[in-house]
């Protein structure tokens, strides 16, 4: 497809243990985004790639949330000891390079619940 | 620190023209985003301004002014498929954006 894909769609776990949520960008868009957003919350911003650079990591909540991505596409979120608190939809968009006046496409979310 | 405040509900009926006011501190800026994002579903772009002043995409204007740290999203001859959360957001110099919580605009007939 031609959109920014997510797996899993939803997902369910219990307290304690770890998940891993997936995210193809568009193909060709270097810069790629994770936000979460709680019930009736704005998004939240995450972590944040741009090609090879180092990752902007600045809005991960804990030490417990962290994303790789690899070879400069597919990226995966990862939570360890998920707790209560962790249950939001989390979000990942792509884009074109951010020094240009590009837009945010975005996939279609994974739904944690955390029990 | 950062943030960006919008009215959190509005109403308007279905015709009409609705104003939905963004005002934000943030430290840098590259530019200020606006979204629409119906429930359950993910945001979509509706508008870029990074210069001042207006611009204008159909039903849908935006409008930026840098020193007051204020946009609006203008929405013209409202239709009831409007009805939707309308998220403000601005992009950081490294890039990154900061969404506001976003207004939940109900367009009733």
């Known amino acids: 497809g031609a959109g920014v894909s997510q797996s899993p769609s939803n997902k369910v776990t219990e307290k304690g243990k770890d998940v891993e949520l997936r995210c193809d960008p568009i193909?060709?868009?270097?810069?790629l985004y994770w936000y979460r957003q709680s019930l009736g919350q704005g998004l939240e911003f995450l972590i944040y790639f741009q090609g090879n650079s180092a990752p902007d990591k600045s809005g991960l909540p804990s030490d417990r949330f962290s994303a790789e991505r690899t070879g400069g596409s597919v990226s995966t979120l990862t939570i360890q000891r998920t707790q209560q608190e962790d249950s939001a939809v989390y979000l990942c968009?792509?884009?074109?390079?951010?020094?240009?006046?590009?837009?945010?496409?975005f996939g279609p979310g994974t739904r944690l619940t955390v029990t | 620190g950062q943030n960006i405040d919008q009215p959190t509900e509005m109403t308007a009926t279905e015709g009409a023209i609705v104003q939905i006011n963004c005002t934000y501190q943030?430290?840098?800026?590259?530019?200020l985003f606006w979204y629409q994002q119906h429930a359950g579903e993910a945001p979509t772009f509706l508008s870029y301004n990074v210069l001042d002043g207006l611009e204008e995409k159909g039903r849908f204007s935006s409008f930026l002014s840098r020193s007051k740290g204020y946009s609006y999203l203008l929405l013209k001859e409202l239709q009831m498929k409007d009805s939707a959360s309308y998220l403000c957001?601005?992009?950081?110099?490294?890039?990154?954006?900061?969404f506001g919580k976003g207004t939940k605009l109900s367009v009733k007939p």
């Open positions: 193909s060709g868009h270097t810069a």
């Open positions: 957001a601005v992009r950081r110099s490294q890039g990154n954006l900061i």
């Open positions: 943030t430290s840098g800026f590259n530019g």
């Open positions: 968009a792509s884009s074109r390079p951010s020094g240009l006046a590009s837009e945010q496409y």
